[in-house]
């Protein structure tokens, strides 16, 4: 009995893939049928197009020349007979015509692109005379700006540390937190402090937005004209000019 039903279940495992091996090699062939036939499809497809490409080409070539279809000089003297050297002239006439026309065509195109070449010349000529005014314009801006800011640096009077209004030391000695700003962080890695004289020139991020002394008055300082800030530079308060970095004025130890 056990020796059976072994070999019942031995068949029923090696059945089971022989089913599906069948089964796989169904649908393979049915693929490879489906395959087939499409591609008989498309081969009778293209061979029906070069069969009607071939059909339009012969009636091209069968179909009469323009030439011919137009009585000629003979056809003429048979419709109108003993009037040959009119017919003759009749089509003479009409075949000057239709050169006079070709002519005039030919004419008006070639005019036509000389004209669309000038437009294009002209605008190119525009455009590069627009592109050219609007340089010397940025150019005569920026020469106006720099002479602006100039000419406030020499209007700039550094005696305003004589007016009474701007008395920051009185003003820090009974207001010291509002100096106490915390450490400094410079924009550039392993830079040092260096002492900044008037003329000299900032680095760009030593006078970035968050160097800035956004009310001056707060530590009574003179406000800034147009183009200038006053900055932040570790302990020290600079007024820079923001087109240039240039110092305009320094005052060293403000902060505490």
């Not at 640096?153 to 003003?171: A, F, T, V």
């Amino acid at each position: 009995m056990r020796k059976a039903l072994i070999g019942f279940l031995l068949g029923a495992s090696m059945a089971t893939p022989m089913a599906a091996f069948a089964q796989e090699s169904e649908v393979s062939e049915a693929r490879a049928e489906r395959r087939q036939t499409r591609i008989e499809q498309r081969t009778e497809r293209r061979q029906e197009r070069v069969e009607a490409r071939t059909e339009q080409h012969q009636e091209r070539t069968e179909r009469p020349q323009r030439e011919e279809s137009v009585p000629g000089i003979e056809g003429r003297a048979q419709t109108f007979p003993g009037h040959e050297a009119r017919a003759r002239r009749v089509i003479t006439e009409a075949r000057q015509e239709r050169r006079e026309d070709r002519t005039e065509r030919r004419e008006d195109r070639r005019e036509d692109r000389v004209d669309r070449r000038q437009d294009r010349r002209e605008d190119r000529v525009e455009r590069r005379d627009d592109r050219r005014d609007v340089r010397l314009d940025r150019r005569g801006d920026r020469r106006e700006d720099r002479a602006d800011r100039r000419e406030h640096r020499r209007d700039w009077n550094r005696g305003w540390r004589n007016d009474r209004r701007y008395d920051w030391q009185s003003h820090r000695y009974s207001n010291r937190n509002a100096f106490r700003l915390g450490r400094y962080y410079s924009p550039y890695r392993n830079h040092g402090y260096s002492r900044f004289s008037i003329g000299l020139r900032l680095g760009s991020g030593f006078y970035s937005d968050r160097y800035w002394i956004n009310d001056p008055w707060q530590y009574r300082l003179p406000p800034a004209y147009a183009g200038t800030r006053w900055v932040r530079y570790y302990d020290d308060v600079l007024l820079v000019d923001m087109y240039t970095g240039e110092v305009i004025d320094v005052i060293y130890g403000f902060f505490w």
